[in-house]
Structures are given as structure tokens and as C-alpha cells.
């Protein structure tokens, strides 16, 4: 069971990124996902997340209007569209996923979470 994040780079005050999180060994149908980021000397932040079926869907308050979540089930890939990106949105995004019942609703908890992907660093310069 492997989650991978990707899609970060370097992108300027205002510009836009998508991110990707995929998975290989299992399908995403039953997990919900979530989106965290760290940035250095700072603990890890729930971003947004996800629902398994993709009708439960939250965000941080910082993100609220500029990110977006959805999910692609025949693609096994969760996406956040990063807009509006600010030079506070530095930092190391991770992906993660937890399933089960509690799947149906989405978390910003990072406890309720078995599985986490390796990050992908996204820089906003100002």
C-alpha cells in the first residue's frame, strides 16, 4: 500500500498548482483523503480532505476559497487545485488515506489516518 503526492514546484504569488496523490497496491473507491502540509520549524496542518465517495469534502480555514478537492475514482488519483497560491502556502504537502466506515466523512484529524504518502515540496515566492 503506497500513496505518492506530486504535482509541487515553484510558482509565484498568485499562480495556480495541482497536486496529484495516487495510489499503487489498492484502489482509492473506499478511502477517504486527506491533504496536509509542513513547513519548516512548523507542525503538520490538515489542508483539505475528502470522503471515500466524494460528497464530504473540508478545508482548512486558510485555503477556504483558493483550494479545491475532487477526486478521479477511475484514475485512483485525489487532486487539490492550489489558486490564488500565497508565499504562507510553502511548504511540504502530504498526502494521506484512512477507510472503513468512518470513510463516508471526511477529516482534517490526522489520527483517524493509516497511510501516508511521501511529500511534494510546493514553493510560492513573492
Known amino acids: 500500500v503506497q500513496l505518492q503526492a506530486s504535482g509541487g514546484g515553484l510558482v509565484q504569488a498568485g499562480g495556480s498548482l495541482r497536486l496529484s496523490c495516487t495510489a499503487s497496491g489498492f484502489t482509492l473507491d473506499y478511502y477517504a483523503i486527506g491533504w496536509f502540509r509542513q513547513a519548516p520549524g512548523e507542525e503538520r496542518k490538515g489542508v483539505s480532505c475528502?470522503?471515500?465517495?466524494?460528497?464530504?469534502?473540508d478545508y482548512a480555514d486558510s485555503v477556504k476559497g483558493r483550494f479545491t478537492i475532487f477526486r478521479d475514482n477511475a484514475k485512483n488519483t485525489v487532486y487539490l487545485q492550489m489558486n490564488s497560491l500565497k508565499p504562507e502556502d510553502t511548504a511540504v504537502y502530504y498526502c494521506?488515506?484512512?477507510?472503513?466506515?468512518?470513510?463516508?466523512?471526511?477529516?482534517?484529524?490526522?489520527?483517524?489516518?493509516?497511510?501516508w504518502g511521501q511529500g511534494t515540496q510546493v514553493t510560492v515566492s513573492s
Open positions: 475528502i470522503s471515500s465517495s466524494g460528497g464530504d469534502t
Open positions: 494521506a488515506a484512512y477507510s472503513g466506515s468512518a470513510a463516508v466523512a471526511a477529516t482534517l484529524d490526522p489520527s483517524w489516518y493509516d497511510y
